[in-house]
């Protein structure tokens, strides 16, 4: 399965995914990655691995609906067939989420539904939470919505502060995001209604 990544920063879950992608008969190509910041480190990652980069800056386009069919463009010319955002820091339009539906998955640092949006190790400490984690899903316009596919759960400890915590999802992040990314690209998921069912699970 042909896949392209959209990245705005460092490239971490990038960084996982292209690590993944060395294993004898892994069953998904990154072909393509779009930043729409021009710096991103995640984009020389991409390079030192031999994949295809692009920038398109969304600055440079009057609205978002234009911006995102300028990456459609580039993923279709690319060849890839699914989308995984990884650390994009652009709200996408409807047409855009449309167009890829249930060929678009995020990653998110919390256990869905639970903490949408942004700053949510803090917001876990501040509600008390005894567990965060993370979680996979495929996007909807809504935003931290869709099919969930796979989670991790890890402990708050009494001592953490947000960055403490953070660190700790981030290796689940890493380790969860390859997962549901080869049980799609193996068709072992169905999405029924706004339920991801797993083939053995």
């Keep these: 399965m042909k896949v392209a990544v959209l990245i705005s920063g460092r490239g971490s879950n990038l960084q996982a995914l292209i690590d993944a992608g060395v294993a004898p008969g892994w069953p998904a190509e990154i ?3 779009i930043s729409n910041v021009a710096g991103a480190e995640g984009l020389e990652r991409a390079g030192k691995a031999g994949i295809a980069t692009a920038v398109i800056d969304h600055k440079t386009f009057d609205g978002r609906k234009p911006f995102d069919k300028a990456m459609t463009a580039a993923i279709e010319k690319a060849g890839a067939e699914f989308v ?3 650390g994009f820091m652009r709200l996408l339009s409807d047409p855009f989420i449309d167009h890829w539906r249930d060929r678009l ?3 998110h640092p919390s256990l869905l539904p639970a903490f949408k949006g942004l700053g949510v190790h803090q917001r876990v ?3 008390g939470e005894k567990a965060s984690g993370c979680t996979v899903h495929f996007v909807r316009s809504e935003m931290d919505t869709g099919p969930i596919i796979v989670q991790a759960e890890v402990p708050v400890r ?3 502060d947000a960055k403490a915590l953070a660190a700790r999802v981030l290796e689940q992040e890493h ?3 390859p997962r549901a990314l080869r049980l799609i690209a193996e068709d072992r998921v169905t999405v029924e209604g706004e339920r ?3 083939d053995g699970q």
């Design 105 to 107: 998955i995020n990653i």
């Design 125 to 127: 400490l501040d509600a």
């Design 31 to 33: 072909v393509l990655v």
């Design 84 to 86: 995984c955002l990884a």
């Design 175 to 177: 380790k969860i995001y």
């Design 158 to 160: 009494p001592d953490d």
């Design 196 to 198: 991801a069912l797993i």
